[in-house]
């Protein structure tokens, strides 16, 4: 059951930290983690960690896969966090892994050191007039820094498998473990395949620089006002085109050869047009 205070929460915010000094406790099948550091995030959010306020979150204090409760009503925490110390480093806390298929999965990818990032879900410090507290909150606007001095925590959850994964000898080794999840699995396969499209696209990198260069000849002769031959502008716009199509052919029958692994269709088209696309 999701928690009270995760429903709607007002201002609720995320940050993610990188967990570097972890400490693997396996006999209890837990790991003890920073989930918070005072370092700039990517979204230039600093969170204090003497200000972190944990009242609602100890009253529940599940752990959970990508903030995973916000998109499926049915989700289940994968752990538990049994305690939360603030530390000049940061907020440091004990992560103890329940016993469901995808939790042991997920245990077993930080226990690898496959995924080493938490992500915090917070919001801030109120007033009693619903006013963001005065002094919780301090902004530079010359480096566009938000320093929080004061905050509570919801969550923290487990970030996801990295989606840039590239190198082929990690997958691989993702590839021998032995997951009991349908979900981790189809993640790994879903890596995997990104790669294998990734390196299919760098082999064609002539060729896509080429296609580049031809479409925005294309565009610019279209684009072009004052075209004194219209007859034969078109005549070239048709020359390159069919230019582009030879040139797109053999990427097309490439990527088609790994449309044909065994992978979810909708799946595969996604990753290779989100890869292609880049």
Same mark, same amino acid.
């Given at each position: 059951m999701i928690p009270q205070h995760l429903i709607n929460p007002e201002g609720y915010r995320t940050v993610e930290v990188k967990a570097e000094s972890v400490e693997k406790l396996k006999s209890e099948r837990a790991i003890v983690h920073y989930i918070s550091t005072p370092d700039l995030d990517r979204v230039r959010d600093i969170m204090n960690p003497k200000g972190m306020k944990d009242e609602d979150f100890s009253k529940a204090p599940s752990v959970w896969y990508n903030h995973n409760y916000k998109y499926d009503p049915n989700a289940l925490p994968i752990a538990r966090s049994l305690w939360r110390k603030k530390k000049d480093e940061g907020v440091l806390t004990k992560t103890e892994f329940a016993t469901t298929e995808f939790a042991d999965d997920v245990y077993l990818l930080h226990d690898g050191g496959f995924i080493n990032t938490w992500s915090i879900g917070f919001r801030p410090s109120y007033d009693k007039n619903g006013n963001i507290k005065e002094g919780s909150i301090r902004y530079d606007e010359g480096k566009n820094i938000t320093t929080w001095d004061e905050w509570y925590l919801l969550e923290y959850s487990s970030a996801p498998l990295p989606a840039n994964i590239e190198a082929l000898d990690v997958v691989k080794e993702l590839q021998g473990m032995n997951f009991k999840s349908e979900i981790t699995?189809?993640?790994?396969? +879903?890596?995997?395949?990104?790669?294998?499209?990734?390196?299919?696209?760098?082999?064609?990198?002539? +060729?896509?620089?080429?296609?580049? +260069?031809?479409?925005?000849?294309?565009?610019?002769?279209?684009n072009d006002e004052i075209i004194s031959d219209l007859e034969k502008a078109e005549k070239r716009i048709l020359e390159l085109e069919n230019e582009v199509q030879l040139l797109k052919q053999p990427i097309k029958k490439s990527l088609e050869v790994l449309d044909g692994k065994s992978l979810l269709n909708e799946m595969k088209r996604n990753i290779i047009r989100d890869t292609t696309s880049k």
């Open positions: 699995k189809q993640m790994v396969s +879903e890596s995997a395949f990104k790669i294998e499209v990734t390196k299919a696209l760098e082999s064609f990198q002539s +060729e896509l620089k080429k296609i580049k +260069e031809l479409e925005d000849l294309i565009k610019a002769i279209s």
